[in-house]
């Protein structure tokens, strides 16, 4: 029998919402973080993600308005989003941050390449790009819809024109704004045939910092000139192609505001998002929790100061009980009106109109062949062999290599010793590196012995490797900027390492997964002969096309196929 993904009668209508109490509108605008796994005892992040009898308090009893889910398969979570359904008193928005496709956040998914990815591809085929933006935009809807995911927090618009941005990065679809406009607007549009929310962010544009508003608050120094060319037009073709919401950006922008930072700031999101862009869906706050905000504002005074803004969404408050009494104890003070309450829960009433109601129904741009396979067995709609071909094709038209490709074998009359040699950030916390790994399988099959560098490896062991790395060493590198890392680049034990290496000419091949500034900032230290390979994407697909680059033209490794 299929997993369905309709629920009671009673709970796909959306209730009169003069019958709402105060409290229960703003319990509305508020989106809770959990666990997409289905057992207390899975919660990865405990501090952010509530145990199942709280988050069934916050859902039954104080009606708050949705859920934003991280971690787990996608089988797990289809039956997760359901549970969470059945809880709330009003048909949830269910989020994720699932800017790479569905299988970036949930195993078993579809992985997609980072959207820079495509943003190489734009630079040598227009058209070739807009296609795949349109078709990783569908292919995400199809599959979050497929789990009960029904909000997307996609595309990021901002324009990573500084190389030293460790947050936005390769999320980012590039460095030139007429690129990031062009393929947000393809993705947006191939979302549309699938009722689900798309979100434009980081409002006003998070592109151009080097300071991670996870850890911080970043300033934007830029005079108005400079921002109305570069950050704001992806912002205003989002728009323009219908995206639903609009995410903001944690960082102060003293053109508009020198005191407030974009989140806060009433000029930011009412007098420009609102009025001078026009825009009529859901202003949703970046993650309160975030130190840009938490630090300075705290758990009682930022949702308010967000709501007195212009947002209609507080995601991921310190306190989603807190938040919503300090909201409704500005409400009582006069200080924010019950009209500006009124207004927000009226436009999430129209989001929610959209994709929460019985699928078949509320989905008047959905194509009845694709609604009715949702419907009736949507987790067949995952991992489609199309989609895989999709991915392929976007890390092989992006992929760069350089020196003498493919790698020699080694001469069968030498015993000596090859290394494959993996840095990675946190190898226990590591999505796509296990022991079947490509990257781990593939150089194995040939004969290289695995040495694994994360920030854990203890220094002792480092000091050690001095003598085992003068041996020929495939170095693979995983590295990009994340939440939280705080930087793009090598550390100082990383970067000692590569030194080394090539100092002693024992970096056999270099292979990068992940950001372009780190193959940038090495190139001028490869001589012309040592090949190297970089991938956008860092998921067990992109390890295979680029290994294959570097192996199997002469026939030495398996297929692509044989591993995605």
Known sequence: MGLKLEHSSESNSLPNLENLSLEEKVAQMIVVRASG??????????????????????????????????????????????????????????????????????????????????????????????????????????????????????????????????????????????????????????????????????FPGHGDTATDSHLELPVLPHSLSRLEEVELPPFKAAIASGVDAVMTAHLLIPAWDEKYPATLSRQVLTQLLRGSFGFEGLIVTDALVMGGIANDYGADEAPVMAVEAGADILLMPVSPARAIQSVCEAVATGRISPERIQASVKRIWQAKAKVCGKLGTQASRGKDSDLKALTQNPLVELAQPSAFTTVANILQDSQKVGGSIPLPPEPSNTNRKLCNL????????CEFLGRNAPAVVLPRQLGYELQLLDRYTPLVAKDSWDSSLNQPTLVQLFIRGNPFRGSIGLTPVEENFLNKLLKNNNLQALMIYGSPYVLEQLQPSLSSEIPYVFSYGQM????????????????????VTEFI
């Open 540 to 559: 067990p697909e992109a390890q295979t096309v680029a290994l294959e680059v570097l192996f199997a033209k002469s026939n030495r490794v398996q297929t």
């Open 37 to 202: 796994y289905l057992f207390d005892h899975q919660i990865q992040y405990p501090d952010w993600e509530p145990p199942a009898k709280q988050l069934q308090h916050w859902l039954q009893d104080l009606g708050v308005g949705g859920v934003i889910l991280v971690g787990g398969s996608a089988g797990e979570v289809a039956i997760r989003s359901q549970q969470l359904q059945n809880w709330a008193k009003v048909p949830l928005l269910i989020a994720a941050d699932i800017e790479e496709g569905v299988g970036q956040r949930f195993a078993s998914a579809t992985w997609f390449p980072p959207p820079m990815a495509i943003g190489a591809v734009a630079a040598k085929d227009e058209h070739q790009a807009q296609l795949y933006a349109s078709q990783m935009g569908a292919i995400t809807a199809q599959e979050a819809l497929a789990i009960g995911i029904n909000w997307i927090l996609a595309p990021v618009v901002d324009v990573n024109n500084n190389p030293q941005n460790p947050v936005i990065n390769v999320r980012a679809f590039g460095e030139k704004t007429a690129v990031v406009s062009q393929l947000a607007t393809s993705f947006i549009q191939g979302t549309q045939k699938y009722p689900v929310l798309t979100t434009a962010k980081h």
């Open 422 to 429: 993996i840095v990675v950030d946190d190898a226990l916390n």
